[in-house]
């Protein structure tokens, strides 16, 4: 069925570049080749969000984006052909993107509280993806937009062991999909089987390498695996 719900996958390359331009071109080139849908990055300031004693500041600094940067990006998404997001963590951010011409915007649940940011990205009309790590209540976040707004279920841990996801209490009627913290694939690999309709997952093309967020991610092989999975799953669930 052509028309079949089609589960998106979203490589979320993050700051897994380490700040390293061509390494954070050939995780493009493998979240394409490997299947995902989407290839998303994170452009903030670091010292707005963190203090310099934080754990792992000195490797946000080092991974922090310019705009000429996420242009660059932008621009090699366009080349290979796999769709450009990035998750914007202030207005000047998401301004870059309006700017780039993105299809979409996403916001973190780190910023699920910042409402300026939130509204500005609704005013553009386009498509939200939001994940609700840091979101306690259990009614979904109020917001006003003329476009889609898709919720992510997220356990902000990074690692999340297993056992912390929980994806029995999950309606994926109501949440549109999952944003998947774990070391492995088994957890999205559940959401997808439960009606998951998005799978957002860190994407390193090494988990040894030094980092805050390589240990739980995928690998490209990983990658191939689970959106093999997918779509397998989308045959049996739809056709």
């Known amino acids: 069925m052509e028309d079949r719900p089609r589960t998106l996958i979203i490589a979320e390359i993050g700051q897994n570049h380490n700040g390293d331009m061509a390494a954070a071109r050939e995780l493009i080139d493998q979240a394409k080749s490997n299947g995902a849908d989407i290839a998303k990055f994170q452009l903030y300031d670091v010292d707005s969000i963190f203090t310099p004693d934080f754990e792992w500041y000195r ?9 000429d940067q996420a242009a660059s990006l932008a621009e090699h998404c366009k080349r290979v052909g796999i769709e450009f997001m990035a998750s914007v963590f202030d207005l000047e951010r998401l301004a870059w993107c309006e700017e780039l011409g993105v299809r979409r915007h996403k916001i973190a ?33 109020v917001i006003k937009s003329s476009a889609a707004v898709r919720f992510l279920y997220c356990v902000a841990k990074y690692p999340t062991a297993p056992s912390e996801v929980h994806l029995e209490r999950v309606d994926f009627n109501k949440y549109a999909g999952f944003s998947d913290h774990t070391a492995q694939l088994d957890a999205a690999k559940v959401a997808i089987a439960r009606g998951a309709r998005i ?3 860190h994407f ?14 995928m690998t ?4 191939a695996e689970l959106t093999a999975f997918a779509r397998r799953c989308e045959t049996i669930l739809y056709d």
Request: net charge neutral; glycine share 6%; aromatic share 4%.
């Open 199 to 201: 799978i957002e997952k």
């Open 220 to 223: 490209p092989p990983e990658l």
């Open 59 to 67: 490797e946000g600094k080092e991974a922090q984006l310019t705009r």
């Open 204 to 217: 390193t093309l090494d988990k040894a390498a030094h980092g805050p967020d390589h240990r739980c991610s």
């Open 109 to 141: 649940s780190r910023s699920i509280h910042d409402r300026p940011l939130i509204e500005a990205a609704a005013r553009t009309g386009k498509e939200m993806i939001v994940s609700l790590g840091f979101w306690k209540s259990e009614q979904f976040p």
